[in-house]
């Protein structure tokens, strides 16, 4: 997450641009793992039980979780860089107390046990399995939504182009539905608990015509990248608005 010091040296458009870039690629671990390893190797070399392999091991699984971890949240993370594709399953907000405490607090017990203890072991396969199980479990849920949202567009015969469903808030519960039209966007949520079909909002109009004479323009392009291509345009007051 170190890429977030880009922003002391580009323009905010540009270091959002390149946040979850480089760094949280699939080709990253491959170059900084081994990297590390021999560092880590060198400085502690009177741990002999201890080897390159792994030093190497533990970087490379800590390093390539954590883009894996972050393509399943909102934002999207360019696994696949240098390509500009942004993987964003959306199923777990970024911050989700199920998810983390959990996670934590087996942490927090592991660290205070003997190191040769089992109790250590079995803390610490607690905290993997249960934050994992979870991060399983909301993948259905969202399935779920998502089918729920897609029904009650049948139903009031609204024809779409595509369906983005994510988890809101610090919770899994509660789903936001973003439906792009053929000229325009609606909205919904869906709630787990709900009994009753999802409601839409007025529908709200695309208007990518308006940046038409700005659309060469390397900031236009860039927030059209930022955005993968959902957004909606505005004038108000003499000006425009990229939403």
């Not at 949280?24 to 009177?46: T, V």
């Not at 390539?64 to 399953?89: K, M, N, V």
């Not at 969202?142 to 567009?153: C, D, E, P, R, S």
Request: charged share 20%; no cysteine.
């Amino acid at each position: 997450d170190l890429d977030i010091i880009t922003r002391f040296f580009v323009d905010d458009l540009t270091a959002s641009e390149m946040y979850r870039g480089f760094s949280h690629s699939l080709i990253f671990p491959f170059i900084a793992a081994p990297i590390l390893a021999w560092i880590l190797k060198n400085i502690y070399s009177k741990y002999q039980n201890v080897s390159f392999y792994d030093w190497l091991k533990m970087f490379f699984l800590a390093i390539i979780t954590h883009p894996l971890l972050d393509a399943q949240t909102t934002w999207g993370t360019q696994l696949f860089w240098p390509f500009e594709w942004r993987i964003a399953i959306e199923n777990i907000f970024i911050i989700d107390p199920v998810y983390t405490l959990p996670f934590l607090t087996f942490l927090i017990l592991t660290a205070f046990q003997d190191r040769l203890s089992r109790k250590r072991k079995l803390y610490n396969s607690l905290g993997l399995i249960i934050s994992t199980a979870y991060l399983l479990v909301t993948l259905s849920f969202k399935g779920v939504a998502h089918y729920k949202i897609q029904k009650a567009l049948e139903e009031n015969n609204i024809e779409y182009k595509d369906i983005n469903t994510r988890a809101t808030y610090f919770n899994s519960i509660l789903w936001s539905g973003q439906i792009e039209l053929e000229d325009s966007y609606i909205f919904t949520y869906y709630s787990l608990f709900d009994k009753s079909s999802p409601s839409f909002t007025k529908k709200f109009l695309k208007n990518h015509d308006m940046l038409k004479p700005f659309i060469d323009e390397k900031k236009i392009q860039q927030l059209i990248i930022l955005s993968n291509g959902n957004y909606i345009m505005t004038n108000e007051n003499d000006k425009l608005i990229f939403w």
